[in-house]
């Protein structure tokens, strides 16, 4: 997918669960995101995609590790 990056931003449009684990600890200063819903949608087939968690539990243990990266890769 399309992407920008420049010495001074990175734009990424893609999948966070493949962008975020390449990308530094605190080396982001903004993320724009939309957080999932569980069982609302099923946006695709892929296993990335938490509209196809099989359960509760499995949907807030994808999220954990989402939360997780965001966390990693945020500026403190």
């Keep these: 997918k399309d992407q920008k990056i420049t010495d001074r931003y990175a734009i990424y449009n ?3 669960m ?3 684990p ?6 982001i200063d903004l993320s ?3 957080p999932p819903f569980a069982g609302l ?4 087939s892929s296993e990335n995609d938490f509209s196809n ?3 509760k539990d499995q949907f807030l243990e994808q999220y954990e590790y989402l939360v997780n ?5 945020i500026k403190n």
């Design 69 to 73: 990266e965001i966390s990693r890769v």
């Design 53 to 55: 968690c099989e359960n």
């Design 14 to 16: 893609s999948d966070c």
């Design 18 to 20: 493949l962008v975020m």
């Design 22 to 27: 390449t990308l530094e600890d605190e080396s």
């Design 32 to 34: 724009v995101y939309s």
């Design 41 to 44: 949608y099923n946006y695709s």
